[in-house]
Structures are given as C-alpha cells and as structure tokens.
C-alpha cells in the first residue's frame, strides 16, 4: 500500500526504506482494509526511533519503539503493529452481540407481575 518514509536526523537509505515497506507489506495480511503508512526514522545520540502510523477507514494505529540497532527497531515497531492489528481484527470477526427480543422481554416482566 501506500507508505510515507521521513528521515530526521538521518541520511536517507533505501535499503531500510525496502526493509520497512516489506515487513508492512507482510503485516497487511491483518488488516480488513486498504490503509496509508507515515514511518518516521529519527536518531537521538545513540538511539534509533521508529514511529509508523497506520491509517484506515476505521481505526489509527500508531507503534514507536527505540534500540541501538535501526532494523531491530523496525521490527519492534512492525510487532506492536501486528499486535494492535489482531486485537481489533478479533473484535470485529468475533464479536456476537447478544440476541434481545421485543417479544420475550415483555414476557418476562408479565410473568414475573403475576
């Protein structure tokens, strides 16, 4: 899908940029919809910040991890994704709500009157 790659602090790089789009690509598996990504790459003395923010019809999804090493940041961030991705993808499949007739609650309160 479409996804917006900003560098802060950082020299661009293609190759963490393929990195990143592929484990989006992956992870697009969970999602019900088409979405928009915003990853943010920005360094702090010596930590690595990834932020990638997730925008669907429904929802937003937003994820920041820190480490030392950028790639493991991206896959931090990629698993907190997938674990938002899951809660709200099981909410929506799996979620029954109770069946409430008109007919058998006006029942019960006559039944319970006499």
Do not use: G, N
């Not at 910040?49 to 019809?57: A, G, R």
């Amino acid at each position: 899908m479409k996804a917006q790659f900003i560098f802060k602090h950082l020299d661009h790089s293609d190759a963490l940029q393929e990195y990143a789009q592929s484990l989006l690509d992956q992870s697009s598996k969970f999602l019900l919809k088409e979405y928009k990504a915003h990853v943010t790459f920005s360094k702090r003395q010596k930590e690595f910040c990834v932020e990638m923010t997730i925008f669907t019809k429904e929802k937003a999804f937003r994820a920041k991890s820190y480490h030392y090493d950028v790639y493991h940041a991206v896959d931090e961030t990629t698993v907190k994704l997938e674990k938002q991705f899951l809660k709200v993808r099981k909410l929506a499949t799996h979620h029954k709500k109770p069946e409430v007739r008109q007919s058998r609650r006006w029942q019960k309160r006559t039944e319970e009157a006499a």
